[in-house]
């Protein structure tokens, strides 16, 4: 899958800049797949994530106590929001410093654990390989942050293989 | 190192839709929820207490230490007042008028929470609180500050 990183303005603001992953072939992110497949089973639990989302771009940031980071054994920087433990809805992101977010896609988390559910090991897999390929490209210079810290700069094309 | 080339993201209909239409309340919860583990992570930071120091503290598992601290916790009062006082501080919670009162009119008490935790005095910290209802033609309704101590 050829992708691009796209800002979601509409989450960004002075706490953290959130970016996702928009496929070349379409025209809605990861994201935007995630909200729209899940709203009508997961109404209120989706509308409690677009919430921490906007609240963590707008005011408080990638805070490491609300990120999920590196736990479950996830990449380094690969995250997941949930929501509340019954429902178990997982969406992944990759955090980079504590002033930008990139969020793929995600699920409900249905088996015992993560590796016995293909399509969220797919969303996870996503995150990690990103993570490594941002960390690659750091090293040869092309890709970077504004000075602000809240700007992906560089070559922001990926492909995940 | 110039900017990227900007590709183009259809508007999501479904996501502005659902922006514009939630609830006020369900949402300060959210916001309330995140302020409250990142008042809590800041205190045990500054304090120098891991989430394992804690629960050890408080006879509870590290795990619900961290979700607690995740925000995705709807805390109850004794919980709240638990964590203050195996943190040797005590709670206050003080209501504030909210910033945008003027457009709310209605028979709703609106109200604004935010938990300090402050360090303890000799004695227990009188609990300031306001509040106010909104509707001008209802006498309960009027604006009131009311405040109460406990003595301990």
């Given at each position: ?31 935007d797949d995630f909200i729209n497949l899940h709203y009508d089973s997961f109404t209120e639990e989706i509308e409690d994530i677009i919430d921490t989302i906007e609240y963590i771009g707008f005011e408080v940031g990638a805070r490491t106590n609300i990120i999920n980071e590196g736990k479950g054994g996830l990449y380094d920087g690969v995250f997941d929001v949930r929501d509340k433990p019954d429902i178990q809805l997982r969406l992944y992101g990759f955090k980079y410093r504590s002033t930008l977010i990139i969020l793929g896609g995600g699920g409900q988390k249905t088996t015992r654990t993560i590796q016995e559910d293909p399509n969220l090991t797919y969303f ?38 | ?152």
């Amino acid at each position: 899958m050829k992708y691009t990183l796209v800002k979601i303005e509409e989450y960004s603001g002075k706490g953290a800049s959130i970016y996702s992953i928009l496929p070349d072939d379409k025209d809605e992110t990861l994201l935007d797949d995630f909200i729209n497949l899940h709203y009508d089973s997961f109404t209120e639990e989706i509308e409690d994530i677009i919430d921490t989302i906007e609240y963590i771009g707008f005011e408080v940031g990638a805070r490491t106590n609300i990120i999920n980071e590196g736990k479950g054994g996830l990449y380094d920087g690969v995250f997941d929001v949930r929501d509340k433990p019954d429902i178990q809805l997982r969406l992944y992101g990759f955090k980079y410093r504590s002033t930008l977010i990139i969020l793929g896609g995600g699920g409900q988390k249905t088996t015992r654990t993560i590796q016995e559910d293909p399509n969220l090991t797919y969303f996870q897999e996503i995150m990690k390989d990103l993570s490594k390929q941002i960390d690659e490209r750091i090293a040869e210079n092309d890709f970077g942050v504004s000075e602000d810290g809240y700007e992906l700069l560089g070559n922001l094309d990926f492909e995940k293989k | 190192m110039t900017p990227p080339m900007k590709k183009e993201r259809k508007e999501n209909l479904l996501l502005k839709k659902i922006r514009e239409n939630r609830d006020p309340i369900k949402k300060k919860n959210v916001q309330f929820r995140i302020d409250t583990a990142c008042a809590l992570d800041d205190l045990m930071q500054s304090k120098g207490i891991s989430p394992s120091d804690l629960a050890k503290k408080l006879g509870k598992y590290p795990s619900e230490i961290s979700k607690w601290l995740s925000g995705n916790q709807n805390f109850t009062q004794e919980v709240l007042l638990d964590i203050a006082h195996a943190l040797d501080f005590e709670l206050e919670i003080p209501f504030r008028k909210r910033a945008d009162d003027k457009q709310e009119l209605n028979l709703r008490i609106h109200f604004e929470v935010t938990i300090n935790v402050e360090k303890p005095n000799e004695k227990f910290i009188p609990t300031p609180v306001t509040g106010r209802a909104c509707q001008e033609n209802h006498q309960m309704c009027k604006e009131s500050g009311v405040s109460y101590s406990t003595g301990n």
